[in-house]
């Protein structure tokens, strides 16, 4: 099926610096998420992007967390500044936008903070 | 709001049987999709099929089909002819055709034996 590319595998980072997790969606889909997943468990909804604009966030995407696709490069999650509960597996998806279609996801991003 | 209820934790079957898994939803919308994903041990996960609420065919994809029981708001998983690598995590989600925010289930682990 389609793929979606996400960038590092793995990141460590230290508690309060900045981390910015990459996802590479497929070539001809417009609408972007991003999902939390902690040990395994529920994939937890962050954030949908369409437009250059957030459409639905969750009580998760706190405030020190953002997104942006600039000039149709790689769709970012940025966490400024990281806490210790930011560790999980993030996942980006994508999908062509119509309410049916499918959301194809990423391999993951595992984030460890330290 | 969107809500999806997996009850199953964890379900052993032997190779070449036929297991179900369940999951119910709730929603307010009249129009909604309902999806099944499976999660490996590496953590890869991926779309296996999709139910259209408006649709009264039960989909069929390869050995997956849905059970999808509209008055009840059910809609499991039928997984024929068993493989040890069906062996996964697998999790229902489901969309309102209002808005592009997709929701998962807690999801069910499936251990095929040999």
């Known amino acids: 099926g389609p793929k979606v590319l996400q960038i590092p595998s793995h990141q460590i980072i230290d508690m309060g610096q900045m981390v910015t997790l990459n996802c590479d969606p497929v070539s001809n889909h417009l609408y972007f998420y991003w999902y939390k997943q902690i040990l395994g468990q529920q994939m937890e909804f962050l954030v949908n992007?369409?437009?250059?604009?957030?459409?639905?966030k969750s009580k998760l995407f706190k405030d020190q967390f953002s997104v942006e696709r600039p000039d149709g490069s790689y769709f970012t999650l940025k966490i400024q500044p990281t806490a210790l509960e930011d560790s999980a597996v993030y996942f980006c998806a994508s999908s062509t936008g119509h309410s049916q279609n499918t959301l194809y996801f990423g391999a993951g991003t595992r984030l460890s903070v330290l | 709001a969107q809500k999806v209820t997996q009850t199953q934790t964890s379900i052993s079957v032997m190779e070449k049987t036929t297991v179900t898994m369940d999951c119910v939803y709730e929603?307010?919308?009249?129009?909604?999709?309902l999806f099944w994903y499976k999660q490996t041990a590496s953590g890869e996960i991926v779309f296996l099929i999709r139910?259209?609420?408006?649709?009264?065919e039960n989909a069929t994809v390869g050995h997956y089909s849905l059970n999808f029981q509209k008055p009840k708001s059910s809609i499991g998983l039928i997984i024929t002819a068993t493989q040890i690598e069906d062996s996964a995590v697998y999790f229902c989600a489901m969309r309102d055709s209002n808005t592009n925010k997709v929701v998962f289930g807690t999801g069910t682990r499936l251990q095929v034996l040999p």
């Open positions: 992007f369409y437009n250059g604009k957030v459409m639905e």
């Open positions: 139910q259209d609420s408006y649709k009264k």
């Open positions: 929603t307010q919308d009249s129009s909604y999709f």
